[in-house]
């Protein structure tokens, strides 16, 4: 039996076999979960639904997190499946658009990107935790969300995502203590840079790559196993004393101020 037996857990986010959501639904399967998952269209409705039956789950809704009627619709049909409510919410959801990823950020920033940026990247975070709340407290859950280094150091053309991501993190620090009377727990991850469809937008991504490879005391990347590792051990019982947190799982790069390389 693994430590998320008789766990139920939402997945949104995963888009493909490479996205850091669908390492966390491996690991959470693996480890005895019961997976949803959502998806944005019907564009990608093929994708998830091969995506779900490696985890043995045919329970997929539609949701495109921009729209409340879509976030709403969405737990209303999660209830009927799971009246008993919600263990494990996962938002590995994140947005900017692509010409704000290039080049200098004071240059690339417009009004429009910074709120699409912000409303998809960390609004969406509080808009499903509400929407899930009642599921949530019914079975003292936990929500997971996925952030970046960008969201406290400057990192090359990352830009508006950046100041999202910053935003994102500091929407888990107001939800862990708003859930947190309820035993609902809150934490987030901040990942290495993994190349996934969502990265790729990014500039230089390859040159970033061979960079943060180069410089983290490990001496390589991240996968997606190894953050789907993290993520299972966060919402599992084992982490139950834990919220508010933001686990670097970046083969330590994070701790580093000058590669042992540069001198």
């Known amino acids: 039996m693994g430590f998320l037996t008789g766990k139920k857990a939402l997945i949104l986010g995963a888009l493909n076999e490479r996205s850091i959501a669908w390492g966390v639904a491996q690991a959470m399967h693996r480890e005895g979960a019961e997976i949803a998952y959502t998806y944005q269209n019907e564009k990608i409705l093929s994708r998830i639904q091969n995506l779900a039956a490696q985890t043995n789950s045919d329970l997929l809704l539609p949701c495109d997190v921009a729209h409340d009627e879509e976030i709403e619709q969405a737990f209303a049909k999660l209830q009927k499946h799971w009246p008993d409510g919600l263990d494990i919410l996962v938002h590995s959801v994140a947005f900017a658009p692509k010409e704000q990823l290039e080049g200098d950020y004071l240059d690339s920033v417009t009004r429009e990107?910074?709120?699409?940026?912000?409303?998809?990247?960390?609004?969406?975070?509080?808009?499903?935790?509400?929407?899930?709340?009642?599921?949530?407290?019914?079975?003292?859950?936990?929500?997971?969300?996925?952030?970046?280094?960008?969201?406290?150091?400057?990192?090359?053309?990352?830009?508006?995502?950046?100041?999202?991501?910053?935003?994102?993190?500091?929407?888990?620090?107001?939800?862990?203590?708003?859930?947190?009377?309820?035993?609902?727990?809150?934490?987030?991850?901040?990942?290495?840079?993994?190349?996934?469809?969502?990265?790729?937008?990014?500039?230089?991504?390859?040159?970033?790559?061979?960079?943060?490879?180069?410089?983290?005391?490990?001496?390589?990347?991240?996968?997606?196993?190894?953050?789907?590792?993290?993520?299972?051990?966060?919402?599992?019982?084992?982490?139950?004393?834990?919220?508010?947190?933001?686990?670097?799982?970046?083969?330590?790069?994070?701790?580093?101020?000058?590669?042992?390389?540069?001198?």
């Open 113 to 263: 990107g910074f709120l699409e940026a912000h409303n998809i990247s960390s609004y969406s975070l509080a808009a499903v935790t509400k929407a899930a709340r009642p599921m949530l407290i019914a079975r003292q859950g936990s929500v997971l969300t996925l952030s970046y280094l960008g969201a406290v150091r400057v990192i090359p053309h990352y830009n508006v995502m950046g100041l999202a991501k910053a935003s994102l993190e500091a929407n888990v620090r107001y939800l862990a203590q708003s859930l947190g009377a309820h035993n609902v727990r809150v934490n987030g991850i901040s990942a290495g840079p993994i190349k996934t469809l969502a990265a790729a937008g990014i500039s230089d991504l390859r040159k970033m790559l061979d960079y943060y490879e180069n410089s983290a005391p490990l001496h390589r990347g991240v996968t997606i196993e190894e953050v789907g590792n993290a993520a299972a051990f966060l919402s599992s019982d084992l982490a139950s004393g834990i919220t508010g947190e933001i686990l670097y799982v970046d083969c330590g790069y994070h701790i580093v101020g000058m590669p042992g390389a540069a001198v």
